[in-house]
């Protein structure tokens, strides 16, 4: 798909905070100088066609409760990663799961992170998700401090 230079502008507000408004896509559309319906129908093309995920909010975990956060790695069989993976995905406590290349000197291959109130409730969850699926191979990575955290502008 061939994006235009308003189309790029408009992904970015959209990557973004949006306007706080009950109306937030008219006040966008505004911006741009296009009629809301136009903006509406580009967002629900993109959507359709997968350009875009989703819009939704971004919650800082750490000022909602969720104190801890550990990347979970587990070593996968290459024919089985795309399996496991999805089937780690459908868990509630997981917010990102992806399938990275090994080296010779780190062979864990699927990754997944998992946020809880408390470093034993991070543990418990990964627990459950080993237990379930019979995952042996695996590390818990606890995360020591936030760096950063923002969303990406892509254009």
């Not at 800082?60 to 990663?81: E, Q, S, T, W, Y």
């Not at 459950?128 to 969303?151: A, F, G, P, Q």
Request: with cysteine; net charge positive.
């Amino acid at each position: 798909m061939k994006l235009t230079k308003l189309d790029k502008k408009i992904i970015n507000a959209l990557s973004s905070d949006l306007p706080e408004s009950i109306n937030p896509y008219k006040i966008l559309a505004q911006k741009f100088k296009v009629p809301e319906d136009y903006l509406i129908k580009k967002i629900l093309l993109w959507k359709k066609t997968n350009l875009i995920r989703r819009i939704g909010a971004t919650i800082r975990h750490n000022k909602a409760g969720f104190l801890f956060n550990v990347m979970f790695v587990c070593k996968i069989p290459d024919a089985n990663v795309s399996k496991i993976g999805m089937e780690i995905a459908k868990f509630p406590q997981i917010t990102h799961c992806y399938e990275r290349l090994t080296n010779k000197n780190w062979q864990y291959n699927l990754y997944a992170m998992v946020h809880g109130k408390t470093k034993k409730e991070c543990k418990k969850n990964v627990d459950e998700i080993v237990k379930k699926l019979k995952i042996h191979d695996y590390k818990l990575l606890y995360t020591l401090r936030e760096l950063k955290k923002t969303s990406i502008e892509y254009f």
